[in-house]
C-alpha cells in the first residue's frame, strides 16, 4: 500500500514519542539504596571521628597523662565493641573475598597487639617501683612525725639517687631492664615483686622482644581498600584497624617499654573522618618525643624527674641543722613528691585494670572473628 503523507509523518513522531518516553525512564532510574553494611560503616566512621577528636582536643597539659590514655583505651573499647558487632551481623560477609583477607589481616594484627599490652604492663610496674623509691623519700622527710636530722637525710638522698639511676637506665637502654609480669588473668592471688633481675623468672615478652619492631609490624600493609573491593565491611575493618594500631603506638609512646621507638610509620588517608584527628594526635606526639628525652612520654613521669630532681638538688645543698627559710623549702619540695605520689596511688591500679580489660576484650574478640570467617 503507498505511504501516504500522514502516516509519514506519524512514523518521526511515533519514534520521537517512544525515544523520549526511554530517555525519561533511564533518568528516573535512582541509585541503588545504601546495603546496611553500608549504613553501620558509615555509623561507625563517625562514632570514631567523634571520639578520637574529643582525645585531640586535650591541651598540652592533659596529652599523655594517665587520666588521658584512660580516656583513649575507653574510646578503643568502645571502638572495638562497635566493630564487633558489625562483624556479627555481617558474617557471610566476611566470608567473601577480599574481605576475608582484609579481615584475617586485622586478626593478625591483634595478636601482635596483645604483646605490645604485655609490654605496657610491665612499664607500668615498673613506674610502681619508681613510686615507691618516692613513698621512702616521704616517710624519710616527714618532719610531721619527727625532726629532721642526718640519718634521715641519708636515706632519702640514697632513695632519690637509686630513683635516678633506674629512670636514666631506663631512658639510655631500655632493653636493659627486664620485668616480670603478673598475667593478664583473672586471678590475683599472688603479688608480682616488680622490677628483678632474676633468670627463673617467667617472662611476658622474652628478652629479645622490640616494642619499635612490633610496632613496624603491626603498620605493614596497612592499605585502605581498592575502589573495586570497597564495602561498608571492608572500610570497617580498615578503620578499627587504624584505631588499634593508633592506640597501641600511643601506649608505647607513654609507658616505658622494651626497645622502645616512635619509628613505626603508617599512612592515614585524609578522606576519612577520623584522619584528621588521629593525624593530629599523632604529630603532636612526635612533636612532644623529639622535646623531652625521657623513658617514656607520660605526664607523671615527667612529674617524677622533675620533682625528684628538685628535692635532690635541695637536699644536696642542705646543711643541718636546718635554717628555717631551707626548712620550709625542703617542706614545700616533699609536698610536691607527696602530690606526685598520691596521684600516682590514685591512677596507676585504674591504668593498668583498663590496658587488662582491652587486652581481654581483642582476645574475645579474635575468637568471634575467627568463628565468622571460617
Not at 588517608?269 to 622535646?291: D, N, T, V
Not at 585504674?350 to 582476645?363: A, T, W
Request: net charge positive.
Amino acid at each position: 500500500m503507498p505511504i501516504t503523507e500522514s502516516s509519514s509523518s506519524a512514523a518521526p513522531s511515533s519514534i520521537f514519542s517512544i525515544l523520549s518516553r526511554r530517555r525519561d525512564q533511564v533518568h528516573s532510574i535512582e541509585p541503588p539504596p545504601h546495603s546496611a553494611a553500608d549504613t553501620e560503616a558509615e555509623a561507625f566512621q563517625r562514632h570514631v571521628a567523634d571520639r578520637f577528636n574529643g582525645l585531640a582536643a586535650a591541651d598540652s597539659g592533659s596529652l599523655l597523662s594517665i587520666p588521658w590514655l584512660r580516656s583513649l583505651l575507653d574510646a578503643f573499647l568502645r571502638c572495638q565493641e562497635e566493630f564487633t558487632a558489625i562483624m556479627a551481623s555481617n558474617a557471610a560477609v566476611l566470608r567473601c573475598t577480599p574481605v576475608d583477607r582484609a579481615a584475617a589481616d586485622y586478626f593478625d594484627r591483634s595478636v601482635k597487639s596483645l604483646d605490645v599490652c604485655n609490654a605496657v604492663r610491665g612499664g607500668i610496674e615498673l613506674i610502681r617501683q619508681w613510686k615507691k623509691q618516692l613513698e621512702i623519700v616521704l616517710v624519710a622527710l616527714d618532719g610531721r612525725r619527727r625532726a629532721t636530722g642526718d640519718a634521715q637525710f641519708r636515706r632519702a638522698k640514697k632513695a632519690l639517687v637509686d630513683l635516678a639511676i633506674g629512670m636514666l637506665d631506663r631512658k639510655q637502654s631500655t632493653a636493659t631492664f627486664a620485668t616480670r609480669n603478673r598475667s593478664f588473668s583473672r586471678h590475683h592471688g599472688h603479688k608480682s615483686p616488680g622490677v628483678v633481675h632474676s633468670r627463673s623468672l617467667s617472662w611476658s615478652v622474652s628478652r629479645s622482644w622490640s616494642a619499635a619492631k612490633q610496632l613496624q609490624a603491626l603498620c605493614n600493609n596497612l592499605t585502605p581498600p581498592r575502589p573495586n573491593e570497597t564495602n561498608g565491611v571492608s572500610l570497617s575493618v580498615f578503620t578499627m584497624s587504624h584505631v588499634l594500631v593508633f592506640t597501641m603506638w600511643a601506649l608505647v609512646a607513654a609507658i616505658p617499654c622494651q626497645d622502645r621507638g616512635l619509628q613505626g610509620h603508617f599512612h592515614v588517608p585524609k578522606q576519612f573522618p577520623w584522619a584528621g584527628a588521629i593525624l593530629s594526635l599523632r604529630e603532636r606526639i612526635l612533636e612532644e618525643s623529639k622535646r623531652a628525652n625521657a623513658c617514656g612520654l607520660l605526664r607523671e613521669i615527667r612529674e617524677i624527674e622533675r620533682c625528684s630532681r628538685r628535692l635532690n638538688e635541695l637536699v644536696d645543698s642542705a646543711e643541718l641543722p636546718l635554717s628555717e627559710e631551707r626548712e620550709r623549702e625542703v617542706k614545700e619540695r616533699v609536698e610536691e613528691v607527696r602530690n606526685v605520689s598520691e596521684g600516682l596511688k590514685r591512677e596507676l591500679d585504674p591504668l593498668e585494670s583498663q590496658v587488662r580489660q582491652v587486652f581481654h576484650c581483642i582476645v574475645r574478640s579474635r575468637t568471634q572473628g575467627l568463628v565468622f570467617i571460617t
